[in-house]
């Protein structure tokens, strides 16, 4: 009888646990990324949320001067991958802003091309 109640009660924990974790919402996925091959800026983000309709804006700056700017939109996932001229030994930063089902995100890094 103690074996069949422990049991039982191990069911209804292992049952809770999964359907707690089926429920939890997606988290929006923002991955920008910047590198450097000689002169040429390497530009990219993917962002991903399922369902979800996404609008992007991809930018590179040096300092306060925005050096290019690229835009995408779709639904589930967008990728933008470009490249750009950038000066040896200066630093950058890219930058991600937009919007997935209307709310706000934004990301950004930065590196030096050496």
Known sequence: MKKAAALTILFVFLLSSITAYAAEPRAVTVRP?????????????????????????????????????WTASGSSLVSISENCT???????????SGTVNGEAISASTSGQCK
């Open 33 to 69: 990324s910047l590198s450097f091959d000689e002169t040429t800026a390497l530009c990219e983000v993917t962002v991903t949320s399922y369902g979800k309709s996404i609008d992007l804006t991809l930018s590179l700056w040096q300092g306060e001067n925005l050096i290019e700017q």
């Open 86 to 96: 950038v000066v040896k030994g200066k630093s950058y930063r890219l930058t991600v």
